[in-house]
Every structure is written in C-alpha cells, then in structure tokens.
C-alpha cells in the first residue's frame, strides 16, 4: 500500500509522534530515556530546531517540534535513526526500533497548540503511571522550574506576559479534572493504541514493581486493580486475565 504525502505546516510547527515497532517498547531503562533526551538536544545544536513540549513513555513519544527552516523530515530522520543504532548496539538486536514513518500533525494555531500541550503532559496520567507534576520524562516540570531542553517561551506566552502569572495558568489548565470536562475534542490528537497482554504485563512489571510471576497474588488489591484499567491501551477483561480472576468480580470491585 503506498504511503499518503506528508501535510506540511505552515508554520513548520508539527506534532510529532513516534512508536515502537509491532507496539515494542522503545524504552526498556532509566537510561533509555536519557539517551533519547541526549540526542535531541544534539541535534538541536546541529539542525536550530525548537521543542516546545514533550512525553516519553515506554513505547512511543509525542513532541511539538518548531522545525524553523529545518525540513521535518530531515530531523526526525536524524533523531530516529540515531537513537535506533544505540538501542540496537546496546540489546543487540537488529531491525527497525519505530513503527513506520513518524507521524505528524500541523500545528498552526494558538487554540491547538494550548489544548495539544495539556493532550501531551497527561499522556502519564491517562496512563495511570504518575501525576502529571511527579513524572520524570516529560517537559511538564520545565514551564515551572528551570529549562532543560525546551523553548516554553511560546505556550508560556498563551498563559500571560508576566512570567509567574503565566505559569500559575498554565497549572491550572493542565489540571486533569479540568481537562476532563473542558470541551476540546481530543480525539484529534489521540493514537489509537491496543496493547497485547505481555505489553500489560511489562507495564506493571516495571511501573508498579511486580514480579510478574507474583501479579495474581494481588487479584485482591482493589487499589492496584484500578490503577492498572487506567493504563492505556489495556481493558477490564485483560486485566482479569492477567490476574486471574473472573470478570464479573472485577466489575463488582469498580461498582462498591
């Protein structure tokens, strides 16, 4: 099947999305990430690109890119292939890390980017893995402490000029209870995403810290339970698979 043309902003602002290929995770270890956070900011220097938010998780990544005068795909190609060679070299395997092209989406409008930044950050909290302030591999805590790799200078500015004011906002709107009743169709910036049972399983190996030979000790623990529907990509009749109990139990636990 051949592939669509890629739209073209034109702003040269995009929405970038990468995943693992065949849904794989693409980052398996604290330094996986740091690697990935390395190698943007290197090329950052080579091609003058700004990122003006991103989230790392475990088996894809969103950014809002500022190509400048950088073509897209010039950069991501760049990015990918780079961070593919270390993860290949380092767990000697071979192949292709990413699914596909990396997707993208114009942006070119203030209202989108506003509501695209928020879609970004609760990435981790749609996921059930942290509060949008505690997790570590987002941009979210560079808007209130000091940059690492962003440009927050222009989705500040949507929030105020006075800098403090401005990310007193910016807080306030990217709070998830507001962001769950605000009239923003996300769907328009969502990826479709279905995870095996094994990807589950990896999930709550490595985020909840159990051994997965030992997860249906915990069929019991109504807090973990709901934790883990929470996780994206999984659903109610997996996770009673994955510890072992009957459906109708689990339906019970979310309705007492």
């Known amino acids: 099947m051949p592939r669509t043309n890629r739209i073209y902003s034109k702003t040269n602002v995009y929405h970038i999305i990468v995943r693992g290929n065949n849904k794989q995770r693409i980052f398996l270890n604290t330094r996986d990430f740091e690697n990935f956070i390395k190698i943007l900011k290197k090329y950052k220097e080579k091609y003058n690109y700004s990122i003006y938010c991103y989230i790392l998780m475990i088996n894809h990544v969103h950014m809002i890119i500022d190509a400048k005068n950088e073509d897209i795909s010039t950069i991501m190609h760049s990015i990918n292939q780079a961070y593919s060679s270390f993860f290949n070299k380092k767990y000697k395997k071979c192949g292709h890390?990413?699914?596909?092209?990396?997707?993208?989406?114009?942006?070119?409008?203030?209202?989108?980017?506003?509501?695209?930044?928020?879609?970004?950050?609760?990435?981790?909290?749609?996921?059930?893995?942290?509060?949008?302030?505690e997790y570590r591999w987002s941009s979210y805590n560079e808007f209130i402490n000091k940059n690492k790799i962003c440009d927050t200078t222009i989705i500040l500015k949507l929030f105020g000029n006075d800098k403090k004011e401005a990310i007193k906002n910016f807080i306030i709107f990217n709070n998830k209870e507001n962001f769950e009743h605000d009239e923003q169709n996300v769907s328009e910036f969502e990826i479709k995403v279905k995870l095996t049972d094994e990807e589950v399983i990896d999930i709550i190996e490595n985020i909840f810290k159990i051994k997965r030979e030992e997860i249906k000790k915990y069929n019991k623990n109504k807090e973990l339970l709901c934790k883990c529907i929470k996780i994206k990509g999984a659903n109610k009749t997996q996770i009673a698979r994955i510890f072992g109990i009957d459906k109708r139990k689990l339906d019970k636990i979310f309705i007492n």
Request: hydrophobic share 40%; net charge positive; glycine share 2%.
């Open 97 to 133: 890390v990413f699914q596909d092209r990396f997707k993208s989406k114009a942006v070119e409008n203030s209202n989108y980017l506003l509501n695209l930044q928020r879609y970004i950050h609760l990435n981790c909290v749609k996921a059930g893995i942290a509060k949008i302030n």
